[in-house]
């Protein structure tokens, strides 16, 4: 979208109908790891180790600085070609280990992600938040990161709204699923508003999360990834990092391992490794590096969250329009978020309650069922390790966020009377549903992780920014402490929950280390928006609770 | 069929396990008639190779287990009445451990016979028409 009078549209109906303005390549600059069956050395400035809403920006912002960049990806190169919008195929191709990553603890809780170029993002709801201006000034309290403060980062959560095409969902692209919920909400008096989302000419095909068809989410492999094609950069699929090598307590070389049995090495001056929360810790000690704070794989967040779902005498039909398209922030401030959950029949069957005749029955209610998700600003934390070469993520769901869940679940049932719902099934192992808008069996419940129904689908914190060098294994420019020339872009140095989907704050901190590698002011000349999602956290729950 | 991971006797063991779990009836089609124990067997090979080992030890787990625990045979040789009250008795176990578990298995059936062409149009979604639209938007705008 062009911008005018110096601001950005951002409730411009044309980005929910017309995706002529998408980014395209130049030239597409990826070579392929299962074509590279011996040795390869490559000579760049910076190698950037992810692709996804880190990685990605860090490599194209180098790269129109000036830099010579490589990138590699341990997943395939896929495009919108390869997607047949069927959930149940995309979730075995496009997650991470088929979708079956979980954590272990009180309660496992399924923790999908993607691998592929564009890691996360090519799966995710494309929902778009700032961090909390709130949670950023406990972030310059508690970790000492002052330089991370709403005003600091103003211009490039502007650059990166821009290049994402951050915009409001129209109501009539909604979905019923979300109107039924605005219903209730309105009903109670409950703060709540369409949400901003990365696209360019979505038409509500309702599957963002496993691949969109419509190329209009616009997931980084067709943003951030093809402008760094375009400032020079290439891509290197199918190529897993295996080493970084170092002398003189610089980054010499990163080595990789490639689908075709080679070995890709890359020499840079700079290293950005951008993994993920799972993934970067692990890299990290397997190197040996950034353990001396004894941080690193731990302060996991993971935003834990789960559904309802309510039965209604009117269609819904929860494949039609945005599935994430409405949230509500009315209780914010103690943790919780609701958001949309829609999707086709074959995710809402992995998730709805009962098996058998009863299960049956309710997905030949499919057409009107709702399913509403509630997310939790969690207080627990885990940590990530590997055990004889298997990645475990141990997760315990503590007390507080437990209450905080059924705080949560009586609200949303709270919520679905209020929309007229005719049955509400609470997401509770022993309570299979509600009627005649009773809330007693919730309200009852003495609240036990093991009986709740959990995904997260946010992990954060495992190589956490911190200012004091005893406490976060990066530094408030995200360099890692103890080597030259290695620094961290992904979710891991996200230091807390942030009560928000993490993607924007993600490429920003990504963005402005960038700048700051280049030298770069940072780009005050971006547009405003024209309006932004501003959720209601005044307190950051991390610290109040 | 022609399977890359399980063995005829497991794809019989799922196919079974899925007719309990989904327990389909008109207008649902029978679990044979779908694609569902194809899908669980290429889902197995894109695994870790010990989640696919544990996987298939399942099945093999849930064909024994009515035997062991009083239901008079194994899972293929009971009616699904029988089943469905096994799966029952196997949902209230007192090990919290064995619920979960048993909720994963359950998911994957339900999500590989719920994602069949056939059973999805029949509850109102389109797959094919959702990625044709697809297909002539990006043809008529250029998109990528």
Known sequence: ?545 | MELRVLSAREASIFACLTDTVVAPEPILPPVRETDAVRFFDEWLSLLPPLNRRAMRALLLVAEMTPLLTGFGGRLRRLDRGRRTEWLRSAERAPVPQVRMVLKLVESTSQLAYYGNDGVLMRLGYDAEANLRRGRELRAAEGRP
């Open chain 1, 1 to 545: 979208m062009t911008s005018m009078d110096g601001h950005r549209p951002t409730r411009d109906a044309r980005a929910y109908s017309d995706g002529s303005d998408a980014i395209r390549p130049e030239a597409v600059r990826v070579e392929h790891g299962r074509d590279i069956s011996g040795e390869r050395t490559v000579r760049v400035d910076a190698c950037v180790i992810g692709t996804g809403a880190g990685g990605a920006p860090v490599a194209k912002e180098l790269a129109e600085g000036g830099m010579t960049v490589a990138m590699l990806e341990e997943g395939e190169r896929v495009t919108t070609d390869d997607f047949n919008a069927r959930p149940r195929d995309m979730m075995a191709r496009l997650y991470r280990d088929a979708g079956q990553i979980a954590t272990l603890g009180n309660v496992p809780i399924l923790l999908p992600l993607g691998k592929a170029v564009a890691g996360t993002t090519l799966i995710n709801s494309g929902t778009c938040f700032r961090t909390p201006p709130a949670v950023l000034e406990m972030w310059g309290e508690r970790f000492g990161l002052d330089a991370m403060g709403a005003a600091e980062l103003d211009p490039f959560f502007r650059r990166v709204e821009r290049i994402q095409n951050v915009v409001q969902v129209p109501e009539e692209l909604a979905g019923r699923n979300a109107l039924v919920v605005k219903r209730g909400a309105d009903a109670l008096g409950w703060s709540g508003d369409f949400i901003y989302r990365n696209v360019r000419g979505c038409v509500g095909s309702g599957i963002c999360t496993f691949g969109c068809p419509t190329s209009a989410k616009q997931h980084v492999g067709l943003t951030y990834v093809p402008l760094a094609w375009n400032a020079g950069a290439t891509t290197y699929a199918g190529c897993r990092a295996r080493r970084i090598e170092t002398s003189g307590g610089r980054v010499r070389a990163v080595e990789a391992s490639t689908a075709g049995g080679g070995r890709l090495r890359v020499e840079c001056d700079l290293a950005v490794i951008a993994c993920g929360a799972i993934g970067t810790p692990l890299f990290l000690r397997r190197q040996g590096l950034g353990k001396d704070s004894g941080e690193l794989g731990r302060n996991l967040s993971i935003h834990p969250a789960t559904g309802a779902r309510a039965l209604f005498e009117e269609p819904i039909e929860m494949a039609k329009g945005v599935p994430q398209s409405y949230f509500i922030d009315q209780f914010a401030d103690e943790g919780i978020m609701f958001e949309g959950a829609a999707g086709p029949p074959d995710y809402a069957a992995m998730s709805f309650p009962f098996s058998g005749e009863r299960h049956r029955e309710l997905m030949l209610s499919y057409p009107s069922i709702s399913q509403f998700g509630l997310m939790v600003s969690d207080l627990s934390r885990g940590h990530v390790h590997e055990r004889g070469g298997l990645l475990q993520i141990r997760y315990d769901l503590n007390r507080q966020d437990t209450a905080t869940f059924k705080r949560g679940i009586e609200l949303l049932c709270e919520l679905y009377w209020a929309a007229g719902a005719k049955v509400v099934y609470p997401p509770i192992e022993g309570i299979a549903e509600l009627r005649d808008g009773d809330l007693s069996a919730v309200r009852e419940w003495e609240p036990r992780p093991g009986a709740l129904t959990l995904l997260a689908f946010h992990p954060l914190g495992t190589a956490r920014a911190d200012a004091r060098p005893a406490n976060g294994v990066v530094d408030e420019n995200l360099a890692l402490r103890g080597v030259e020339g290695i620094h961290v872009a992904d979710g891991s140095v996200v230091p807390s929950s942030i009560g928000v989907n993490p993607q924007i704050t993600i490429m920003t901190l990504a963005t402005r280390l960038a700048f700051h590698l280049l030298g770069a002011p940072p780009p005050h000349d971006e547009p405003e928006p024209e309006a932004i999602a501003e959720p209601r956290i005044t307190r950051p729950h991390a610290l109040t609770a």
